[in-house]
């Protein structure tokens, strides 16, 4: 059993001043793998004085000296890859090669923003001014638990990009995972007090970095709600916020596309990370006309679809993180049911064979309409509701009908159609036609989705603040 009883400050693995103790539980087994201790306000308080006197030396560093930086965290991060992941399977509950894929996602963060960095204009030449793009100080940083290491690295490798100091709150129920990147970055060798880590509650040390005035800037991916809250607080100090929050991501299929393959890969990305992601295809727009043929389709691909042990090959679909969130999506079954939609596989309760763990069975509901509590809210886990259309026009309509405005996805034969329709959708990113991934195009959400993007240079930009200085090539008379 792990205990995690330090925190990373100035360099150092510290007791943390807090005192409450949360036990850290493996979602497949039920087991007690390990116990944390919970900083409190002191801690962030020690964690930020720490890390704004390192920007007064950091800020100044050049440019060869963060890529160095930047190379080392995603080095040591490879070099302790299998240590990674094992722990991130124990904890999260992630099928394995999930997590491997995750894994070198978060390390390849590092090397993109390393790129993104050399070849951004720091300084600029606008009409008679000169524009400097300065780093723009102590950054907090607040990360979920269903993707750690990348929601870490994500916002660290900008921040060191742009010359920022950081304090990182990541989530209580990651524990173990945060305890084994931080020895990465500390083995990195990065300057004490770049670089900070504070185990806690969101409402404890959450809100105190939040409301910290010599905090510059929070950066926090999480649920809506949360983000309403970080907003508001930070407000007071006038606080810069990137806010990457909830998604109920539309997947509209046109009437032209090839349904063999289109549902299955419909059924598959809303299913992803086992249901436990903002970006996910949770709600699926047919034809009307199609939708007998979808329902046999969507069918036959859940009843393919493993679910099991993290460590089992060809799991696809693993725990939820814990007893909360397993309550959570049963909730949202019942409600389905209860409101009148049609479930078409799935169900309430665990699936057969695994009584122990926090299982859901992947779940799919038909016949639901945008009045439908499944199909307004973002649910978290592996359900997944069937929405039909008559026209082009209403299937746009019911892709926008949403408070969130993130990720959507559009499958057709006629790629000038697909591209006219993508071009319609209210949200940050659109795939056509299949699942990719760009690590230097911005990530972000429209509407309640979100303030702000991540990645690339437009991330980048995130963290630095323009200083317009003009006279400066005016010689005194």
Same mark, same amino acid.
């Given at each position: 059993?792990?205990?995690?009883?330090?925190?990373?400050?100035? *360099?150092?693995?510290?007791?943390?001043?807090?005192? /409450?103790?949360?036990?850290?539980?493996?979602?497949?087994?039920?087991?007690?793998?390990?116990?944390?201790?919970?900083?409190? /306000?002191?801690?962030?308080?020690?964690?930020?004085?720490?890390?704004?006197?390192?920007?007064?030396?950091?800020?100044?560093?050049?440019?060869?000296?963060?890529?160095?930086?930047?190379?080392?965290?995603?080095?040591?991060?490879?070099?302790?890859?299998?240590?990674?992941?094992?722990?991130?399977?124990?904890?999260? *509950?992630?099928?394995? +090669?999930?997590?491997?894929?995750?894994?070198?996602?978060?390390?390849?963060?590092?090397?993109?923003?390393?790129?993104?960095?050399?070849? !951004?204009?720091?300084?600029?030449?606008?009409?008679?001014?000169?524009?400097?793009?300065?780093?723009?100080?102590?950054?907090?940083?607040?990360?979920?638990?269903?993707? @750690?290491?990348?929601?870490?690295?994500?916002?660290?490798?900008?921040?060191?990009?742009?010359?920022?100091?950081?304090?990182?709150?990541?989530? &209580?129920?990651?524990?173990?995972?945060?305890?084994?990147?931080?020895?990465?970055?500390?083995? +990195? *060798?990065?300057?004490?007090?770049?670089? @900070?880590?504070?185990?806690?509650?969101?409402?404890?040390?959450?809100?105190?970095?939040?409301?910290?005035?010599?905090?510059?800037?929070?950066?926090?991916?999480?649920?809506?709600?949360?983000?309403?809250?970080? +907003?508001?607080?930070?407000?007071?100090?006038?606080?810069?916020?990137?806010?990457?929050?909830?998604?109920?991501?539309?997947?509209?299929?046109?009437?032209?596309?090839?349904?063999?393959?289109?549902?299955?890969?419909?059924?598959?990305?809303?299913?992803?990370?086992?249901?436990?992601?903002?970006?996910?295809?949770?709600?699926?727009?047919?034809? &009307?006309?199609? $939708?007998?043929?979808?329902?046999?389709?969507?069918?036959?691909?859940?009843?393919?679809?493993?679910?099991?042990?993290?460590?089992?090959?060809?799991?696809?679909?693993?725990?939820?993180? @814990?007893?909360?969130?397993?309550?959570?999506?049963?909730?949202?079954?019942?409600?389905?049911?209860?409101?009148?939609?049609?479930?078409?596989?799935?169900?309430?309760?665990?699936?057969?064979?695994?009584?122990?763990? %926090?299982?859901?069975?992947?779940?799919?509901?038909?016949?639901?309409?945008?009045?439908?509590?499944?199909?307004?809210?973002?649910?978290?886990?592996?359900?997944?509701?069937? $929405?039909?259309?008559?026209? #082009?026009?209403?299937?746009? #309509?019911? +892709?926008?009908?949403?408070?969130? *405005?993130?990720?959507?996805?559009?499958?057709?034969?006629?790629?000038?159609?697909?591209?006219?329709?993508?071009?319609?959708?209210?949200?940050?990113?659109?795939?056509? @036609?299949?699942? %990719?991934?760009?690590?230097?195009?911005?990530?972000?959400? !429209?509407?309640?989705?979100?303030?702000?993007?991540?990645?690339?240079?437009?991330?980048? /930009?995130? %963290?630095?603040?323009?200083?317009?200085?003009?006279?400066?090539?005016?010689?005194?008379?």
């Amino acid at each position: 059993m792990r205990n995690i009883d330090r925190i990373y400050i100035n *360099g150092k693995f510290v007791k943390p001043h807090g005192t /409450e103790t949360m036990d850290l539980i493996n979602p497949a087994t039920e087991e007690v793998i390990g116990r944390v201790t919970l900083g409190d /306000e002191q801690d962030i308080r020690d964690a930020v004085t720490a890390a704004k006197a390192a920007f007064k030396t950091f800020s100044a560093t050049t440019i060869e000296e963060r890529a160095r930086m930047l190379q080392r965290l995603h080095d040591v991060m490879m070099e302790k890859f299998d240590d990674l992941n094992q722990v991130a399977v124990e904890e999260y *509950g992630a099928p394995a +090669a999930a997590t491997a894929g995750r894994t070198r996602y978060a390390a390849a963060n590092f090397l993109h923003n390393m790129d993104v960095m050399k070849e !951004f204009q720091f300084e600029k030449r606008i009409g008679k001014a000169k524009v400097a793009l300065e780093p723009l100080g102590v950054i907090g940083m607040i990360t979920p638990w269903n993707a @750690n290491y990348t929601h870490i690295s994500t916002k660290l490798a900008p921040a060191i990009a742009a010359g920022c100091t950081v304090v990182i709150k990541a989530s &209580e129920l990651s524990a173990i995972q945060t305890q084994e990147i931080t020895e990465c970055f500390h083995e +990195a *060798g990065i300057p004490a007090g770049v670089i @900070n880590f504070v185990n806690g509650r969101g409402d404890v040390v959450g809100a105190e970095l939040t409301r910290h005035p010599d905090v510059a800037m929070i950066s926090f991916t999480g649920s809506t709600n949360v983000g309403r809250i970080i +907003a508001r607080d930070g407000a007071a100090t006038m606080k810069r916020m990137v806010l990457e929050l909830g998604g109920k991501s539309p997947n509209v299929i046109l009437d032209d596309a090839d349904y063999a393959k289109a549902i299955p890969l419909a059924v598959m990305t809303a299913f992803s990370n086992s249901g436990q992601a903002c970006h996910v295809g949770s709600r699926l727009i047919i034809p &009307e006309s199609r $939708l007998e043929e979808v329902k046999q389709l969507v069918v036959k691909t859940v009843e393919g679809i493993k679910v099991g042990s993290p460590r089992e090959e060809g799991t696809f679909i693993g725990p939820m993180v @814990n007893r909360k969130q397993y309550d959570t999506v049963q909730r949202y079954i019942r409600l389905g049911a209860e409101e009148g939609a049609e479930l078409i596989v799935g169900g309430p309760g665990r699936p057969e064979g695994l009584e122990t763990g %926090y299982f859901v069975k992947p779940t799919v509901f038909a016949n639901v309409s945008m009045d439908m509590t499944i199909a307004k809210e973002e649910i978290f886990g592996p359900v997944l509701s069937i $929405l039909t259309y008559k026209t #082009e026009e209403e299937a746009i #309509e019911i +892709a926008n009908d949403t408070i969130y *405005g993130l990720s959507a996805y559009v499958s057709s034969a006629d790629l000038a159609r697909a591209n006219r329709v993508a071009s319609r959708i209210v949200a940050g990113r659109v795939l056509i @036609n299949g699942l %990719y991934d760009e690590p230097k195009a911005p990530f972000g959400g !429209f509407k309640q989705s979100g303030i702000g993007r991540e990645f690339g240079a437009y991330g980048l /930009e995130a %963290y630095v603040e323009p200083k317009t200085i003009m006279g400066h090539d005016v010689v005194p008379q």
